[in-house]
């Protein structure tokens, strides 16, 4: 069985300061992780993803995620907030062994502030 | 290359009534996903299906519920007799076979009445 639990329901930063998003997963087989962003009455857009290979994961509007087996963990972080960031943001977990289905965790919303 | 597609937007129902909501996929996108986000909650996990054929539905509710993608034409989640717990975004998303990741639809949020 696999979980996630996204640590913080609302993160309020500055803008130009350092956003973490924290999540930690459960998993019994090697995980594939995700995350997603979901601005205002839209659906989910996929920031960056882990799957194999290096640890440390790139994605879309200067985000990237380190997967660090050793504590579960694949925290996301951005050295440099903007206004256009306040969203709500979603980790998710795919068993490598359960194509097609994922577990998001509740999520956390992210406001900046000027 | 339009997007995943899914309509109404927007679904009002009385209590008793069915509702049916329409998802069509990205241009070669043979799988879709069904999944149900309810007020403060993350997105649950439905169904996951392929052109007729359902290939996961152990998120799905025993009753009232239903999904099916047919050879033609869109993907369908259909409630009968929708009670208020019904009322959430309902995301559709789809991908290629076997990929990671999938492109989420702009939802369709049902409320029940």
């Known amino acids: 069985a696999q979980s996630v639990t996204q640590l913080g329901s609302h993160v309020s930063v500055s803008e130009g300061a350092l956003v973490l998003l924290r999540c930690n997963y459960s998993?019994?087989?090697?995980?594939?992780l995700f995350w997603y962003v979901q601005y205002p009455n839209q659906g989910l857009q996929l920031l960056l993803k882990y799957t194999t290979g290096a640890t440390l994961v790139k994605g879309i509007n200067g985000f990237e995620a380190e997967f660090k087996k050793s504590e579960t963990s694949f925290h996301l972080t951005k050295p440099s907030a903007h206004m256009s960031d306040a969203a709500e943001y979603f980790c998710?977990?795919?068993?490598?062994?359960?194509?097609?289905?994922?577990?998001f965790g509740a999520g956390t919303q992210v406001v900046v502030t000027p | 290359n339009a997007g995943v597609m899914q309509n109404p937007r927007h679904l009002v129902r009385r209590r008793g009534q069915e509702a049916r909501l329409r998802c069509s996929p990205m241009k070669g996108h043979s799988h879709v996903y069904w999944y149900r986000q309810l007020p403060e909650e993350g997105l649950k996990f439905m169904v996951y299906l392929q052109k007729e054929n359902i290939i996961d539905e152990s998120g799905m509710p025993k009753e009232r519920f239903s999904a099916e993608f047919p050879k033609e034409g869109p993907s369908i989640l259909r409630i009968q007799q929708v009670v208020r717990g019904d009322s959430a975004a309902y995301f559709c998303?789809?991908?290629?076979?076997?990929?990671?990741?999938?492109?989420f639809g702009s939802g369709t949020r049902l409320t029940v009445v």
């Open positions: 998710a977990v795919s068993e490598t062994d359960s194509w097609g289905k994922l577990q």
């Open positions: 998993s019994s087989v090697p995980p594939y």
């Open positions: 998303a789809s991908s290629p076979p076997r990929a990671l990741g999938y492109t």
